[in-house]
């Protein structure tokens, strides 16, 4: 028995920025967004995914006859805002609308980085339909926005989220990173003191991962960054969440809190492993067909991806159909993520099994190392679980 389709989410992944910041290996290319020029690419970027999301509707319609409901839209990158409002607009209606049927509390987020939001932007955007922004701040510190190659200063930011507010968007979220080099504990203080003080309706806080391939993973290499160790981060994490939590926010997945009502609609996809569709270089989807979740992933390559759909191709570079066994271990570790944790009932449900039948003996084993917590409410990762939650994790996989 498997869960039926409770709608899908939209993804689409906007690849420029207008520098790369010294620790990301997200897929963008730099673009100089001022110049006139640039509104001629964001124009066909807007294009293409408009074509991409056709094809791959129709491939969806010929797959279940029926297309899913829309329940939310994340523009997500990269950095979204640097294309301007007219071609985000547009990218925006025609999602909506290529949908038969939409939800009525349809969340639409976007990405915005401080230096690239103006008023006539984020008017554009609410008039868009978009009712959720989500600011990458980072640290408002001059020194650490420096060192992580940021192009905007801590006060961008104060003024980017005051512009936001004063365009009327009441659901606000800011990203915050963690672990940074040379964040001692009073300069996380002071990043968390200052979010906090602008009562956004989210907080994403997330610890600095140094990944292969970047300028931050060679300078690590070549001993020219300290970044803290594994119990240094699991303190940091662990006072920024009480820090939080204090201010009154809820946590309800190990990198994000909110205030009551105010979770990401979007990001819950994905934690529920449910459906969503991915547009955009790099971008992954997770469709149902013939009773199983496909994967597919886009190429990684703009060009590349401009070239596939200018011939009628959809842009894909891998598929992977995920077994059953998969399904079942990827509900768990990815329902665990959220602090409310998995319902057994839910999970017997979705798959005609209880957890104690797929996974006999694992949840007495995790309850008696101390990771998780079993009541009627779910199974959720405990304190120290949540620190060592690969460790819960590892336990599910086939
Ligand atoms: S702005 Fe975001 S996506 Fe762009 S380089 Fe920086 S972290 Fe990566």
């Known amino acids: 028995m498997v869960e039926c389709c409770t709608g899908i989410g939209l993804y689409i992944h906007v690849p420029f920025c207008f520098r790369k910041c010294r620790y990301c290996d997200f897929y963008s290319v730099a673009v100089d967004y001022r110049d006139r020029g640039f509104a001629g690419t964001a124009s066909d970027y807007a294009g293409a995914v408009a074509r991409e999301l056709g094809l791959y509707l129709e491939m969806m319609r010929g797959e279940r006859g029926e297309l899913p409901r829309l329940t939310s839209i994340y523009l997500g990158g990269g950095t979204p805002t640097v294309l301007g409002g007219e071609a985000l607009a547009r990218i925006i209606g025609e999602a909506r609308a290529a949908f038969p049927t939409v939800d009525e509390k349809l969340e ?4 915005a980085n401080p230096d690239s939001v103006d008023t006539d932007l984020l008017r554009q955007l609410s ?5 959720r922004v989500s600011l990458g701040v980072q640290s408002f510190n ?7 190659g940021r192009v905007h ?6 003024d980017a989220y005051r512009m936001i507010r004063g365009a009327g968007f009441d659901n606000v979220s800011l990203d915050l990173m963690l672990g940074l080099p040379g964040q001692t504990r009073e300069l996380l203080e002071e990043d968390l003191r200052q979010a906090v003080a602008l009562s956004p309706e989210h907080v994403s806080a997330y610890l600095l991962k140094v990944e292969p391939g970047t300028p931050f ?15 240094q981060a699991a303190e940091i994490y662990s006072r920024a969440v009480k820090y939080l939590k204090e201010a009154g926010y809820h946590h309800y997945e190990i990198s994000n809190l909110a205030r009551t009502g105010r979770e990401s609609r979007h990001n819950l996809i994905y934690w529920e492993n449910r459906e969503y569709l991915g ?19 886009n190429v990684s390559d703009l060009g590349e991806y ?24 990827e509900t768990m570790f990815l329902g665990l993520r959220r602090m409310a944790g998995i319902r057994p009932g839910e999970f017997e449900s979705r798959f005609g099994q209880t957890i104690e039948e797929v996974y006999p003996g694992v949840l007495e084993r995790l309850t008696a190392s101390g990771l998780i917590i079993g009541d009627e409410a779910g199974i959720r990762l405990t304190g120290r679980g949540i620190l060592l939650a690969n460790e819960v994790f590892i336990a599910f996989l086939p």
């Open 108 to 111: 639409v987020t976007v990405e």
């Open 217 to 231: 993973h060679r300078d690590l290499e070549a001993g020219e960054l300290t970044v803290p160790d594994e119990d």
């Open 142 to 148: 001059p020194q650490i926005l420096r060192t992580l």
């Open 306 to 329: 401009l070239r596939r759909l200018s011939s009628g191709e959809l842009p894909i570079e891998s598929v992977e159909r995920v077994d059953r066994e998969l399904e079942m271990a």
């Open 127 to 131: 008039r868009a339909g978009v009712n």
């Open 279 to 297: 547009l955009g270089p790099a971008a992954h989807s997770s469709l149902r067909e013939e009773g199983r979740l496909v994967r597919r992933a």
């Open 153 to 158: 200063t801590g006060e961008q930011a104060l």
